[in-house]
């Protein structure tokens, strides 16, 4: 009897993924806030299990050194600009399927760009004329480090991966080599703050650090939303990441779109790589960029590529990073603890995705015959 | 929709029940130093020995004078960017009157903090720019590292010594590896002294130098002890701050002379002797001079007579026979005056004897010579400005790459 029941039976696992059509928005959006959540749960028990805070604790001291004084705020929207920006200048590549690696590099070619006019042109022109100088130089640069790979690309159909991140390591190289021709004292590999006396080419926010940085973002941002979703130029983007065939075939000439658009990504890091040095830092390192350009990348991503969305991840990422360094002042753990506890968010978010697409159905219980 | 309800309930429950009452310590400290709140900025953690070595002085000097870690604030891995303008901000909202500095490259942006903030002191190692700044609140300070780094060298020379007398090497092979970080005179003035204190005792010693181009690259670092023990290189000394060179040294066998602190260790085999910077003694000044009202001088350096200059125990595994003794002999008379470790009598350059050399004191872009320092038969380090000044290349040491 039991032999052959178990003969009869179809075995079915405990559970199996399904497909899941359209999920309404809404649902999808909350799922999306929950995984947020759940990122914060982990957060709270990690801290709980390391440091042995509860999570009011641990909630309030990140919102703390985020936001507890004004000089913490500007700080904060001013990474949240910088990454913000970055992000959004991987984003037109990024549509079209061309998997730009490379923001690290042009953002710090543009900042070498931007610093040797701040060092070389100095006083000698009006300080608003050299700035113009700085971002046109920064924009050209960048662009140029962008417009190589697409060249390739485009014509000979190289790996615009490889290709990308190559360039970014020159680009290390080459800001190297600068930061040793102008360092001072002799040797000691630091090019010091430019103009640290005339503040030639420092945008000077008055009253509000960073204001203009921040203000130039914004407008930024919305224009490379409008020129995606609302151009025809943006159009011939979509089309050319979804086929190019099909590109091809409605008369759009791939090659243009392809060499178009990686010189717009590079110009737009071109202007972050301008407000890093012009609006913060006011010198070059090999280390200005400080890994921003491969956080973009994920940014980019986590905000499905629209430049709107993606300002809310830039924001979050800051206030992690902000966040998570506070607890780590405070309680003299590695640095490290930062990097966890902004894995553990990204990690549900990017899981959550997996629910959102696909339901779980679990095995029913066995009919009785 | 009833299950995101359910799920968000049962977050809140989680977050509820994990809650519980953290005692906040209430350790208010000694009263003499009540009024002292202290802010360290360092340019990486714990994991970098010279970090390490700023970090571990800290804590010790808080702890004698009395100051609460809830006085004492440490922030690692600041960049040399504006990162460190704004960290330096941070501290001063935070209440510190204090604040130190450990990288090199944080100087500009701390005079940056500086300006903004008259009623706050700044403290900065390494840096050169406080005796031409002018700033009330601004100050450069270093360690006579030259004197340790001069008596580390003589205990290499003596290991170098028992190689040649067991006829492991001849007297000419005896060749020194040093891995160093930049082309800067922090390194130059750290190896020659290293290089001369070996000289004292073996005076057939020669040098390779590699440089990495980054103060802390352990990678870089490692290759680079590797290509110099490649290169025929019998012992190892570096002045870059990662685990890179003594680790190198231990996997190939190869003698190594640390900094900043013992790697014995990691390096059971092949650790000689360390020598460091005890910023302890500094520390302790610049905070009685702020808590009494005092001035700080631009510039401060000291050395073994103060306890600014350290060198570790000696392990004798490694070791040739009676180091320690000889080590405490240097020691006595570098404190007493007797020896003065670039003595122009000890080094040549280009095979000449010097007696003038102009050093570039305020520094400036064109690297414009401003100093005499050479005078009484002995250049004069760190007398004219706390930071290394030396950057003479000495007969005897071979650079092998200097494009850092």
Known sequence: MASELKANKVHEPLFHLAKRDNMPRHKALLIRIASIAVGFVFICVFAFLIVGWNPADILSTMLDGSFGTPNRRWDLFEKTAILLCISVAVTPAFRMRFWNIGAEGQTLISCLAAASCMKLIGTRVPNPLLLLIMLGAAVLAGAIWAVIPAIFKAFWNTNETLFTLMMNYVATQVTSYFVYIWSVPRGSGHVGVINSDSRAGWIVSGQYPYLLNILIVIVMTITTYIYLNYCKQGYEISVVGESENTARYIGINVKIVIIRTMLISGALCGLAGFLIVAGADHTIIANSVGGQGFTAIMVSWLGKFNPLIMSFFAFLLSFLGKGAKEITTLTGLDSAFADIITGFVIFCIIGCEFFIHYSIRFRRKEDKA | ?404
């Open chain 2, 1 to 404: 929709m009833k299950k995101f309800v359910v799920m968000l309930l049962s977050l809140a429950m989680v977050l509820a029940l994990t809650a519980c009452a953290s005692g906040k310590k209430g350790d208010e400290g000694s009263a003499e130093y009540k009024d002292i709140k202290i802010g360290l900025i360092c340019l990486h953690n714990e994991q970098s020995t010279y970090d390490l070595n700023f970090i571990n002085a800290m804590k010790e000097t808080c702890k004698t004078l009395g100051i609460p870690e809830s006085r004492m604030i440490i922030v690692t891995n600041i960049p040399e960017s504006n990162a460190c303008y704004e960290a330096a901000k941070d501290l001063v909202d935070r209440g510190c009157n204090i604040i130190f500095a450990d990288s090199f490259g944080h100087e500009d942006f701390l005079i940056q903090a500086a300006k903004e903030f008259p009623k706050v002191q700044f403290l900065h190692a390494t840096g050169t720019k406080a005796h031409t700044e002018g700033l009330a609140n601004y100050h450069n300070a270093f360690a006579s590292i030259y004197e340790g780094r001069y008596a580390a060298g003589v205990a290499a020379g003596l290991k170098l010594n028992e190689m040649i007398e067991s006829g492991k090497i001849t007297p000419e092979k005896a060749v020194m590896g040093y891995v160093g970080a930049y082309t800067y005179a922090e390194v130059i003035s750290g190896y020659t002294s290293f290089y001369l204190g070996a000289k004292s005792v073996c005076p057939s010693v020669t040098m390779k130098v590699q440089f990495t181009g980054s103060w802390y690259d352990e990678t870089e670092e490692k290759e680079a002890a590797q290509k110099l023990i490649k290169a025929g290189c019998v012992l190892i000394s570096q002045h870059a701050d990662s685990m890179g060179a003594p680790t190198a040294c231990e996997t190939a066998g190869v003698p190594n002379v640390s900094y900043n602190g013992s790697t014995v260790s990691a390096c059971p085999n092949t650790f000689i002797v360390s020598s460091r910077i005890n910023w302890a003694p500094y520390y302790t000044f610049a905070i009685n001079c702020v808590k009494d009202g005092k001035t700080i001088p631009a510039d401060w350096s000291a050395g073994f007579a103060e306890g600014s200059v350290e060198l570790s125990a000696v392990n004798d595994k490694a070791a040739a026979a009676g180091t320690q003794d000889k080590i405490n002999a240097v020691i006595a008379d570098l404190k007493a005056g007797k020896i003065n470790v670039f003595s122009t009598d000890t080094f040549t350059v280009d095979g000449k004897k010097l007696d003038s050399y102009m050093a570039d004191i305020d520094s400036d872009a064109d690297y414009t010579p401003d100093t005499e320092v050479i005078k009484d038969g002995y250049f004069h380090e760190s007398e004219f400005r706390s930071a290394p000044a030396f950057d003479l290349k000495i007969d005897g040491i071979e650079l092998l790459n200097s494009k850092f």
